[in-house]
């Protein structure tokens, strides 16, 4: 079983959708929990990163983290054809080696 | 400012080469990570560098994987007698500081390697 479990999609919706994206972890020793976003042939950049449980909001994004039941979510409101490319979750502990989950892949459809 | 460079972007080798895949990491950035990035799955961890020591290598999948970073800036990531298996992205990563909470690491657009 691998530490970071992500199902892989592809997820399309409908422009300006709720899309939700979620991973879960086995690890509990996880406590910085984060959400990439990587776009053909480039690399991932980050978009979202919190520490512990909690929810974090960045304009149309918000990551929620619920460590007792080891599970991150993104939610994206009003989708757009732009948010279209894999979504890598992530997380670490201690110094800054990180453990990937699969990637969703996301298409919103105009 | 200029954000984290590899070369090549692309790289086909035949198998038993030797090749030699580079990192130019963002300017003062003291930590570099390298990565392994299969078809289809996300980034696994080889190895982490603060300035020029090599903290980290248990993710170097066998000893045909050496990585350096002898001056504490550009890092070279070496894969000798080359397999089909190691065809992948490999991505670099850096970040600012050796030791952080929230740190984020940059990652450069990846050499993409094919071993035929």
């Known amino acids: 079983q691998k530490e970071v479990e992500q199902d892989p999609g592809p997820l399309s919706v409908p422009e300006g959708a709720i899309v939700s994206l979620n991973c879960t972890y086995s690890?509990?020793?996880?406590?910085?929990f984060m959400w990439y976003r990587q776009y053909s042939r480039k690399g991932p950049e980050l978009l979202m990163y919190?520490?512990?449980?909690g929810n974090k909001e960045d304009g149309r994004f918000t990551a929620q983290v619920d460590k007792s039941s080891k599970y991150i979510s993104l939610f994206i409101r009003d989708s757009q054809p732009s948010d279209s490319a894999t979504y890598l979750c992530?997380?670490?502990?201690?110094?800054?080696?990180?453990?990937f989950g699969t990637g969703t892949k996301l298409q919103v459809i105009p | 400012g200029a954000g984290v460079s590899q070369s090549p972007r692309y790289k086909v080798a035949k198998r038993g080469q030797d090749v030699a895949l580079r990192c130019d990491p963002i300017?003062?950035?003291?930590?570099l990570f390298w990565y392994q990035q299969a078809l289809g799955q996300g980034p696994e961890f080889l190895t982490y560098?603060?300035?020029?020591?090599?903290?980290?290598k248990s993710g170097l999948p066998s000893d045909r994987f050496f990585a350096e970073r002898p001056e504490g800036s550009v890092s070279t990531l070496k894969i000798q007698r080359t397999q089909q298996e190691d065809s992948a992205v490999y991505l670099c990563?850096?970040?600012?500081?050796?030791?952080?909470?929230?740190?984020?690491?940059?990652f450069g657009p990846g050499t993409r390697l094919l071993v035929l």
């Open positions: 990563a850096s970040s600012l500081v050796g030791q952080g909470n929230e740190e984020t690491q940059y």
């Open positions: 690890n509990s020793a996880f406590q910085y």
């Open positions: 919190t520490y512990s449980s």
């Open positions: 992530a997380m670490r502990w201690g110094y800054q080696k990180v453990t």
């Open positions: 300017s003062g950035h003291v930590s």
């Open positions: 560098f603060q300035n020029e020591a090599q903290l980290d």
